[in-house]
């Protein structure tokens, strides 16, 4: 059966300092990976998502970035965190074929706090 | 474009009594839908999807939902709330491409025991 792993489950991070989560996926291949932040409890925003090693879909301009450099794994980074940076991250995997019908399926998040 | 919308951010209901939870759908082509649920500090689990011909779809926990393509819509709902049932629950539609998922803006549901 597919797992994905997704850590630390807390972080607590400076601001300036830089970011590196990391996200990996078992039992599948091939698959389309994500990073979400979630605010607050609520609504998702999509930040990256890839298809492929190396490719990377950026979906909103920000302070972070990501990279995929091996086929399941997905790693969220940043130089330097703002404040604004602090959230719930979350990392998601879904079939690329098989039909519209394949959910995606998500890790456990990252509780991120900047002070 | 697709999109999904859940117009409740809130739904308060007795537990033992049924509960609904609301979303409606915009896409191109076939809807691709799911529910997903998240409890404090975890990720989302998905629930159920709807199976193209299917007006009533079962799902994990005794959750179902109904598909109504004339009003666009695709509820979530149990015939039996338990105090258990208590979280943010997410509608969402997978786009055309199979790319990418655009997600509800969550409702919260509280079960009272």
């Known amino acids: 059966s597919q797992t994905i792993h997704q850590w630390p489950a807390t972080l607590v991070q400076p601001v300036g300092s830089p970011l590196s989560l990391e996200c990996t996926v078992e039992g599948t291949s091939n698959p389309n990976l994500y990073w979400y932040r979630q605010a607050a409890g609520r609504g998702l925003q999509l930040l990256f998502y890839?298809?492929?090693?190396?490719?990377i879909s950026s979906e909103v301009p920000q302070n972070l970035s990501a990279s995929r450099p091996q086929d399941r794994q997905f790693i969220l980074s940043s130089k330097k965190l703002l404040l604004s940076d602090s959230g719930f991250y979350l990392c998601?995997?879904?079939?690329?074929?098989?039909?519209?019908?394949?959910?995606?399926?998500f890790g456990d998040g990252t509780r991120l706090s900047i002070l | 474009a697709q999109s999904v919308a859940q117009p409740e951010d809130q739904v308060n209901v007795a537990e033992g009594n049924p509960l609904t939870v609301k979303c409606t759908y915009s896409v191109s082509g076939n809807p691709y839908l799911f529910w997903y649920v998240q409890y404090p500090n975890r990720g989302l689990q998905f629930l159920l999807k709807y199976i193209t011909g299917d007006n009533l779809v079962k799902g994990s926990y005794g959750f179902e939902a109904e598909f109504n393509k004339s009003q666009t819509s695709f509820h979530l709902k149990k015939p039996s709330a338990l105090v258990s049932d208590s979280a943010l629950y997410f509608c969402?539609?997978?786009?055309?491409?199979?790319?990418?998922?655009?997600f509800g803006s969550g409702t919260k549901l509280n079960v009272k025991p």
């Open positions: 890839s298809v492929g090693i190396g490719q």
């Open positions: 998601a995997w879904s079939a690329p074929t098989g039909g519209g019908n394949q959910p995606q399926h």
């Open positions: 969402a539609v997978r786009s055309y491409n199979f790319n990418k998922f655009y």
